[in-house]
C-alpha cells in the first residue's frame, strides 16, 4: 500500500473514531456472508457501527485518545463496534451475537480509558449498568430519604398527629383533658 494511501485511511480513521472514547475489538473471521450480514443490519438498527481496521493504521490513529487502551489488542483480523447510547449497550449486544455465531471472537473492550481484556473481560463489561440506568440509580438513592420521611410521617407516627388535634379540639371546646392512668 502506498504512503499516500496510508495516510487517506489515517486521516479516516482519525476522523471516524474523534468522539469515539469507548469501543470493543472483535474478529469476524471465517463468518460466513449470511450471518455477517444479519450481525450488521441487526446492530445497525440499534446504531451500533462495526468497522473493520488495518492494525498499523489504528494503532496510530488511536495513540492519544480514548482508545489508545486497546492498541494491545489489534492483533490479526480486528473490526471496531461502537456506537449506540453505551459501550455497555454494545457490548451486550456482542455478547449476545457471540453466543449465537461461532466465529465471533470477541477480544477486548474499553470503557472510560479501562481495558476489558478477552471475551471475559467484554462479558464483565457488558453486566455494568448503562448510562441511563446508572443516572437512575443516583435519583433513587437521593429520593430514597425523602420517600423514608414521608413513610414515617403516614405510618405509625401519624397517630400522634391525631392525638394532637384531639387535644387541640377538645381545648377549644374548653373540655378536660384527663390523665389516662
Known amino acids: 500500500m502506498s504512503k499516500p494511501v496510508k495516510e487517506l485511511i ?25 450471518d455477517n450480514n444479519a450481525l450488521r443490519l ?9 468497522t473493520i481496521v488495518k492494525n498499523s493504521l489504528a494503532r496510530k490513529a488511536f495513540a492519544g485518545t ?13 473490526a ?11 457490548a451486550r449486544e456482542m455478547v449476545a451475537w457471540a453466543r ?6 470477541l477480544r477486548a473492550a474499553v470503557m ?7 471475551q471475559a473481560g467484554v462479558t464483565r463489561l457488558s453486566q455494568y449498568p448503562t448510562r441511563l440506568e446508572a443516572q437512575a440509580k443516583v435519583v433513587q438513592l437521593v429520593l430514597a430519604p425523602a420517600a423514608t420521611l414521608v413513610a414515617a410521617m403516614l405510618g405509625p407516627p401519624s397517630g400522634i398527629l391525631s392525638i394532637v ?3 387541640e379540639r ?12
Open 10 to 34: 489515517l486521516a479516516d480513521y482519525k476522523k471516524r473514531f474523534d468522539d469515539v472514547e469507548a469501543a470493543l475489538v472483535i474478529d469476524i473471521r471465517g463468518m460466513d456472508a449470511n
Open 112 to 118: 472510560d480509558g479501562e481495558l476489558f481484556e478477552g
Open 66 to 78: 480514548g482508545l489508545e487502551a486497546i492498541i494491545g489488542s489489534l492483533q490479526g483480523p480486528s
Open 165 to 167: 388535634k384531639e387535644i
Open 80 to 90: 471496531l463496534a461502537y456506537g449506540a447510547e453505551s459501550v455497555v449497550d454494545v
Open 170 to 181: 377538645r381545648l377549644s371546646d374548653e373540655q378536660t383533658i384527663s390523665k389516662a392512668g
Open 42 to 50: 441487526d446492530l445497525a438498527s440499534k446504531d451500533i457501527r462495526v
Open 100 to 105: 449465537k455465531l461461532e466465529h465471533l471472537d
